[in-house]
């Protein structure tokens, strides 16, 4: 059974940092693309920062270039994100996701994984 369970949400604030961990059971970890999107009650989701486990390929969006960074152990199955300078409109449900064919590119802008985390929230104060 494939799973994916993030952690490392909370509250801070702005200008804080936070990682967020996306462990992943259940696939062999290196043929997929993870990627890390969020959302907001009554917007649409979007795709942050995806990276083809492979090779390490990564995309990200504009919206957090330069602030966060997407990472991956292998020997734990796990993938990072780590998030800093945090802005109030960073505050969302933060999802992992894994998708087996997609490039990072795809994966991101597309929001098409094919198996999806709980979610856990980060909140960034003002």
């Known amino acids: 059974e494939v799973q994916l369970v993030e952690s490392g949400g909370g509250l801070v604030q702005a200008g804080g940092s936070l990682r967020l961990s996306c462990a992943a059971s259940g696939f062999t970890f290196d043929d997929y693309r993870i990627g890390w999107f969020r959302q907001v009650p009554g917007k649409e989701r979007e795709g942050v920062s995806c990276?083809?486990?492979?090779?390490?390929?990564?995309y990200d969006a504009d919206s957090v270039k330069g602030r966060f960074t997407i990472s991956s152990d292998s020997a734990k199955n796990t993938v990072y994100l780590q998030m800093n300078s945090l802005k109030p409109e960073d505050t969302a449900v933060y999802y992992c996701?894994?998708?087996?064919?997609?490039?990072?590119?795809?994966?991101?802008?597309?929001?098409?994984?094919?198996?999806w985390g709980q979610g856990t929230q980060v909140t960034v104060s003002s």
């Open positions: 990276m083809r486990l492979s090779d390490g390929n990564t």
């Open positions: 996701a894994a998708a087996r064919f997609r490039s990072p590119q795809a994966l991101c802008r597309t929001s098409l994984g094919d198996y």
